[in-house]
């Protein structure tokens, strides 16, 4: 009996430290990490209007049926600083703002579930931009250096993509009437539409790499291959794509 | 009866042409209103001087002539009146420094410390819109030559530039990176277009180019200067 009760008490107090230790260290990183993700819910009506700020980092933006915007943020650094504000009918996150005289706040990860009429207006130092599912009345991806641009399933009447070096990717449908805008320095742009997509298109890459596919026709003006000037179908929609060293591509849906 | 109407009937009264029932009316008015009563004996003390003194006084030599005198002069002062309201107004700032200012203490406190926020709005608003601002952009091009309009655009890129290297230092390493690749990139287009314009001056895909690396790269530094 003496002997078990030793034994116990032996191994008990070989293990309290590490016990210890462990309970501190889930206590500690539990705590840092929920400094770290910010997650929040705002009611909305379905034509809401989304402004995202960001420094560096990802941002991905798709719809749900719902009509609510959940906002989560991952934040590398606890210093980080992120007060979205909610105004009538849109949601302003600033993290350029939030963040002034806080000095290097690092990478700010977000990913927004947004209703399916949204217009959104997304900007980004540096990182990836991802929007899906969006029918809205506009949608601005801009990445002031590098970083890829992808947006999936998009109708909207105003599409805007721009970075510097990366990718851009559009796969949607061009509204009657609508404008949308693609430029990168140093990167491929694909724009994947519907075959009965009627625009008309201003393409431009010195590096000569435009291919129109199935949306080329004897009606477009060409200066030597750097530049395409013409009307698909009967030209409701104004587009105009811009690629320094990159490829332009359409494909067809 | 009222005082104003029986006034207007004592002369009336005093000449005799009053009928019976308004005389008994004034009467009785004035029999109970002490300053028509007086009103009606002085008329009356007028009215019994002139008569006894009827024939007594000397008539003008030429009556004609002096009303005539009389006239003109009222006349003239008449037209005197008018010219005066007409006189054209002093302006405002005559006004303002014509007047005599007779100022309080407090008034005059009051004044100066008006004058300091007014003099220190002007001052905020005037460091805010024309203070540290960027040399202005010239409109586009009527400068023949394009490197001299290169060099017009560069002057405001290398204000913003300053600004950015300002900065420069509070940035992660990696975004000191990744500025300096993608501004590689943008110069590399710029001087891609560049050498395609100096080798065929008319072509306007390589200007168009042209103009739009500038833009991106001032916007770019724009964007990092305050980061």
Redesign the interface.
Known sequence: MKATSLFRSTSVRRSLPFAVATVIAVCFSSAGFAQQHLSKRYQTGKNVRIELRN??GTIVVESWNKDEIRLSATMESPNAHIVPKQMDESLIVDV?NDNRGR??V?DVNFKLQVPVSSSVDLET??GQISVSNIRGSSVRAHV???GDIELTNITAGQVVAQN??GNIFFDGEFSTGGTYEF?S??GDITIRIPGNSAFRLVA?S?ARKIALGEFWNNGFKT?DG??YVGDVGDGRSSVSV?N??GQITFLRK | MNCEKCQELIHDLLDGTLSRADEFTLNTHLNECLDCQSVRQDLSAILGFCRSHRGEYETPPNAQALWLRIRNVVEAEAANVKVKSKAPRKSFLADLFGRSWELSLPQLASFAVAIMLLVSIVTVVGIRRFGNNPPIEQPQPLASNINERVFQRQQVINYWKQRVELNKARWSPEMRDTFDRNLQVIDAAVTQSLNELNRNPHDDISEQMLNESLNDKLALLKEFSDL
């Open positions: 420094i560096s350029m000095g290097d690092g130092r540096r002031s250096t590098e510097t070096i430029k320095t140093k431009a010195p200066q750097r530049r811009t320094f060293s």
